[in-house]
């Protein structure tokens, strides 16, 4: 599986982005699917994840109501759509899937394959 990030950009407090992962590989449809950040200095943090069915989404505490991820295994490609965006959600965001038929988690060691990083900046 090969993974390719995209939508990143600068936007200010309160406004809203949305990151486009596409995937290549046959095996993505039958992965979990997430989302992950890293901010300088920091360690690579979830965000958020999917089931490979899209049944099941989970998100971390300081996103939820916020961020929504979605996928589209017809067309190999996961989502993530930011609102209320803040200055702390500034990182590197990165999309990751696991080999087919994990669960989703939050460790980024149970993630296989990445993504290049997309860089979000949040202005106060």
């Known amino acids: 599986v090969q993974l390719q990030a995209s939508g990143g950009g600068l936007v200010q407090a309160g406004g809203s982005l949305r990151l486009s992962c596409a995937a290549s590989?046959?095996?993505?449809?039958?992965?979990?699917t997430g989302w992950f950040r890293q901010a300088p200095g920091k360690e690579r943090e979830f965000v958020a994840g999917v089931t490979w069915s899209g049944g099941k989404k989970y998100y971390s505490d300081s996103v939820k109501g916020r961020f929504t991820i979605s996928r589209d295994n017809a067309r190999n490609t996961v989502s993530l759509q930011m609102n209320s965006l803040r200055p702390e959600d500034t990182a590197s965001y990165y999309c990751a899937a696991t080999r087919s038929f994990m669960g989703v988690t939050t460790d980024p060691g149970d993630y296989a394959y990445w993504g290049q990083g997309t860089q979000v900046t949040v202005s106060s």
């Open positions: 590989g046959r095996t993505f449809s039958s992965a979990a």
